[in-house]
């Protein structure tokens, strides 16, 4: 991979830490990716607020009366007062907007504690004291969280998951807001705290639930044809995600991901590796999964035979990152050791530059099968003719060290710059992907090239043993042939209708033209003018050189890039 690729990835909003990874991704079987900021625009607003128990509704774009106040009021103090999460920011800007002018926002309040999220209680609670020193608790998080925080009654707790299941299965993600009652401890005598502290654990709160936000985050525009490309690519999307099961699914359906069934975080805990590599095969949508999860799902793809490009964006996320075939940070909302322990970074965090990154290792790795094969080509009759005279005592040597270097001012520029800017064809994208195990210089390519060099070699050979021609004469036709065939393998193997390869075509003849025209030159260079009969045999050779390239592309078949 050359400078110019590494160019052409950061215009697609990719940086490549290790430009072999670029390669490895056209090789991808699965893109797994996070659904908030990759797959959605991560432009977070409150959509819908729900109180509750009353279910009264505000929608976006209605006046936010006085019932509303109470809800929004609790989710700005269940939240952090310098929030970076694009949900707090979504909540503090509506109350920017409708609360300033209310006794709701207290931006005097002093913190007392903040109970942080865990694995088995996905709620965020902040403990705040007002100006007389009373304690206030708000609490937000996953709906069948707070349930569980509330200790709700069957009855209610199915009534309130209800709710948030209609907003989810809008594609909103969907918040529970709850208050402690009078901020009082449930069990003060027994909590693990001391006299006039606040309480360790916030289980040792009564909370009762107060409302549901339901926040849109718009799919990007690009996600489904991108999603489309990678499929017609045989690549499966795998989405990612810390969201409900009815809200992943409502935006996968959106993206154009295949339907079935939703596997949450806690269902993935409980299934053997058998199950799991089963439920894999036919499930493409993760929900609720916490980041360490990523690894469980990194590895068991793996162990179907999958490789794996995974994307991440937190501490947490390192060990998967390191653990996938490729790694993919984010790099707006990525931390820095993500970023460290991935092999590409999205600049934009978009699930499109993803795709490009893919397209681009696929055209990578068909230009270099094309360099690889036509280097072999080209390089046989030198071998041959250079062998030659160690093999046949009396032959002399037809190719100079001048000569060769005056080659490889069609064979160099043909390989460093003519097939690395050749575009993929189009039919790259709708072809399954290459086996990671696969050879670059597959069987198909040794056919293809060695047809080529072994019908050149044969050209070459014979000229050089025709009885009738003197050694210069003889030099100059091998010379001749090698120069013209040299860019007419350019041409066979790279892309005829494209530009730069009628130009590195043409170097050769272009080369070769020049030397016979300008008096004096060739003789300079050894070789002789050709005139006459050797025009002739210049003209078969490459008849006949032409008719054998024919075959022998019809004969290796596939091996065309």
């Known amino acids: ?156 707790a199915d009534a309130l998951l209800a709710s948030a299941a209609d907003l989810a299965a809008q594609g909103l993600r969907v918040l529970a807001v709850a208050r402690g009652l009078d901020g009082a401890p449930l069990h003060p005598h027994l909590g693990n705290h001391l006299p ?176 690889l094969g036509y280097t072999l080509a080209i390089h046989l009759p030198i071998a041959c003719l250079t062998v030659l005279p160690l093999l046949l005592p009396g032959q002399p040597l037809l190719l100079l060290p001048l000569h060769i270097a005056l080659l490889h001012l069609v064979i160099d520029p043909a390989c460093t710059v003519v097939f690395e800017a050749i575009p993929a064809k189009p039919s790259q994208m709708r072809r399954p992907p290459h086996p990671p195990d696969a050879p670059l210089f597959g069987a198909a390519t040794w056919r293809r090239a060695l047809g080529q060099g072994g019908a050149l070699s044969l050209a070459v050979l014979i000229l050089s043993r025709w009885p009738s021609l003197d050694t210069p004469m003889q030099r100059s036709l091998v010379f001749a042939v090698l120069l013209i065939a040299g860019g007419g393998l350019v041409w066979l193997n790279g892309e005829p209708q494209h530009r730069i390869t009628q130009l590195g075509a043409g170097i050769g003849v272009g080369l070769w033209l020049l030397i016979q025209a300008i008096p004096g030159l060739a003789g300079l260079l050894g070789l002789v003018p050709l005139r006459g009969q050797p025009v002739l045999l210049l003209i078969t050779a490459l008849a006949a050189l032409g008719l054998l390239a024919l075959l022998s592309d019809r004969c290796a078949g596939a091996a065309s890039p």
């Open 1 to 156: 991979m050359c400078s110019s690729d590494l160019l052409r990835l950061a215009r697609v909003g990719v940086l490549a830490r290790w430009p072999a990874a670029v390669e490895s991704l056209g090789s991808a079987t699965v893109l797994a990716v996070d659904k908030t900021g990759t797959l959605t625009e991560n432009r977070m607003a409150v959509a819908q607020l729900l109180t509750w128990p009353a279910a009264a509704r505000w929608r976006h774009g209605e006046p936010l009366q006085e019932t509303w106040h109470g809800l929004l009021e609790l989710a700005v103090l269940a939240s952090r007062h310098d929030p970076v999460d694009a949900m707090e920011l979504a909540i503090q800007r509506l109350a920017d907007a409708e609360l300033q002018r209310s006794e709701h926002l207290h931006p005097d309040w002093p913190l007392a504690r903040e109970y942080a999220l865990q694995p088995n209680l996905l709620v965020f609670s902040q403990l705040w004291r007002d100006a007389c020193g009373e304690p206030h608790i708000a609490a937000k998080g996953a709906p069948e969280a707070v349930v569980q925080l509330c200790h709700l009654d069957t009855a209610s």
């Open 196 to 371: 006039g502290q606040p309480p360790a654990d916030v289980h040792d709160y009564q909370f009762v639930p107060v409302g549901l936000i339901g926040l849109a985050d718009p799919l990007r525009p690009e996600v489904p044809a991108a999603i489309a490309r990678a499929a017609g690519a045989g690549v499966r999307v795998v989405m990612i995600t810390g969201d409900g099961p009815e809200t992943a699914r409502s935006i996968a359906d959106q993206a154009g991901l295949p339907p079935g069934p939703v596997l949450s975080g806690a269902e993935l805990e409980t299934l053997t590796p058998p199950q799991l590599a089963e439920q894999l095969g036919r499930v493409s949508v993760f929900a609720r999964v916490l980041p360490q999860q990523k690894l469980q799902l990194v590895r068991a793809l793996q162990a179907r035979g999958e490789v794996v490009a995974m994307g991440g964006d937190g501490i947490n996320d390192a060990a998967a990152l390191k653990a996938a075939d490729i790694g993919v940070a984010m790099g707006q909302r990525g931390t820095a050791v993500a970023r460290e322990s991935a092999d590409l970074v999205l600049l934009r965090d978009d699930f499109g530059s993803l795709v490009e990154a893919l397209a681009l290792g696929r055209r990578i790795e068909a230009n270099l099968r094309r360099a």
